[in-house]
């Protein structure tokens, strides 16, 4: 059965702190990997992943993608209170539909 | 361009009653999803759809779920004689293609609560 793992669960860190969320999945016919924002209402998309070991940056948030190791990390640097949220990892495989993953957690404090 | 909009952004039911939650799609979109994000749960894939054809419903009950997305209107998720299990919020997404770099975009959700 196809998998999307994140980890860890929930994390809590101070303003300023660099965090690494984990996103490892076992999926057939993979095509791409997918990092989505959700705070109190829809996911916001980050990144599309599809290759491995290009890193994909948006200002303070990177990810990149090892299809060998089959996992994908997202990097925050210098957090913010409003990068508190809840992280989704999702991958779409066959016929289009996006599997995900639980999500990580994050609460960043001033 | 607007996008993915969904309502009623929440509904309330009672046991036995019918949910209808309705999903228009971004401007040039013609492939839908929906999701259900149980409490404390991530997003779980029902349904995809074009427009009058649904390609995939594997993830979608078999009995009381129904999905349509006419050729004109929204796409509509339909719930029969709810249930407390039922209470979830239904995220619908689009994109402007199929295929293995078609991003998909969220609305906001219905959140439904059956009491």
């Known amino acids: 059965e196809d998998k999307v793992v994140q980890s860890p669960l929930s994390l809590v860190v101070h303003e300023g702190d660099t965090v690494t969320l984990n996103c490892s999945y076992e999926?057939?016919?993979?095509?791409?990997l997918l990092w989505y924002k959700q705070e109190k209402k829809a996911p916001t998309f980050l990144f599309m992943l599809?290759?491995?070991?290009i890193e994909k940056k948006s200002g303070r948030l990177s990810s990149i993608l090892d299809k060998k190791e089959l996992f994908s990390i997202l990097n925050i640097t210098a957090t913010q209170t409003g990068d508190s949220a809840i992280y989704l990892c999702?991958?779409?495989?066959?016929?289009?539909?996006?599997?995900f993953g639980t999500g990580t957690r994050l609460q960043v404090f001033p | 361009n607007a996008g993915v909009m969904q309502n009623p952004r929440h509904l309330v039911r009672r046991r036995g009653q019918e949910a209808r939650l309705r999903c228009s799609p971004m401007?040039?979109?013609?492939?839908v999803y929906w999701y259900r994000q149980l409490p404390e749960e991530g997003l779980k894939f029902m349904v995809y759809?074009?427009?009058?054809?649904?390609?995939?419903e594997s993830g979608m009950p078999k009995e009381r779920f129904s999905a349509e997305f006419p050729k004109e209107g929204p796409s509509i998720l339909r719930i029969q004689q709810v249930v407390r299990g039922d209470s979830a919020a239904y995220f619908c997404?689009?994109?402007?293609?199929?295929?293995?770099?078609?991003?998909?975009?969220f609305g906001p959700g219905t959140r439904l609560l059956v009491l």
């Open positions: 997404a689009s994109s402007p293609s199929k295929g293995p770099f078609a991003t998909q975009y």
């Open positions: 999926v057939t016919n993979f095509r791409s």
């Open positions: 599809t290759s491995s070991g």
């Open positions: 999702a991958v779409e495989a066959k016929a289009d539909k996006l599997i």
């Open positions: 401007k040039g979109h013609s492939h």
């Open positions: 759809l074009q427009k009058e054809n649904i390609i995939d």
